[in-house]
């Protein structure tokens, strides 16, 4: 089975920077993608973590821990339209093997 | 050029009727999804579809059908609608799948409102 947890919400200043953590239990374990989805629209790739360690693209980093279940992803220089919802969703054997966790909806404020 | 693409994007009808939301992508890719994100986000993987072929069937009522006529389209009809229907329907695709890495792109989202 799987089991994803993250925060329900999080608010963070114009300009912070914030870090969304997500733990995760699955019965097969790849990679895990993080997607941003703004309120009313799809979700968007961010970004893909198959190894240990912090993957960084631009003002946002993502960090995987295989050994822990553990992912985080850490936005930098904090802008209003980065106020959407984060999925951690984790992958198995396949593609088709995505699971997506029930997402962070951060709020960035003035 | 949009990449993955939904028709209709609002669907309002009655509780028993019969609705059908279709989806393109034009990316070339050979896995196509379809997923539900209810009321509290959620979102779950419903169909996946490669080249045709069925390849998930998670646990959805059999009142949903989806159909690919080819590759690059998946459609889903929905029988006898019932009020816990209503939720946004994304459709997805995605290179291949049986790589762990395929990165899925979304298409805008049908908006389903069960009366």
């Known amino acids: 089975g799987q089991n994803i947890d993250q925060p329900t919400e999080m608010t963070a200043t114009e300009g912070a920077i914030v870090q969304i953590n997500c733990t995760y239990q699955t019965s097969g374990f790849n990679g895990l993608f993080w997607y941003q989805q703004h309120a009313g629209e799809a979700p968007t790739f961010l970004s893909y973590?198959?190894?240990?360690g912090l993957e960084e693209k631009g003002r946002f980093s993502s960090f995987l821990s295989r050994s822990k279940g553990y992912s985080y992803l850490l936005l930098k220089e904090l802008q209003m339209k980065d106020s959407a919802s984060y999925l951690c969703?984790?992958?198995?054997?396949?593609?088709?093997?995505?699971?997506f966790g029930k997402g962070t909806k951060l709020s960035v404020i003035p | 050029d949009t990449a993955v693409s939904q028709t209709p994007k609002y669907l309002v009808t009655q509780m028993g009727n019969d609705k059908s939301i279709k989806c393109e992508q034009n990316l070339g890719h050979d896995t196509m999804y379809w997923y539900k994100q209810d009321s509290k986000k959620f979102l779950k993987i419903m169909f996946s579809?490669?080249?045709?072929?069925?390849?998930i069937n998670e646990t959805v009522p059999n009142r949903f059908s989806p159909k690919s006529p080819d590759k690059a389209h998946l459609n889903l009809h929905i029988n006898s609608l019932e009020l816990g229907d209503s939720a946004v329907y994304f459709c997805?695709?995605?290179?291949?799948?049986?790589?762990?890495?395929?990165?899925?792109?979304f298409g805008p989202g049908t908006r389903l409102l069960v009366l």
């Open positions: 579809y490669n080249n045709k072929e069925l390849i």
């Open positions: 973590n198959v190894l240990d």
């Open positions: 969703a984790p992958s198995g054997a396949g593609s088709y093997q995505l699971t």
């Open positions: 997805a695709s995605s290179q291949g799948f049986q790589r762990s890495q395929e990165t899925q792109y």
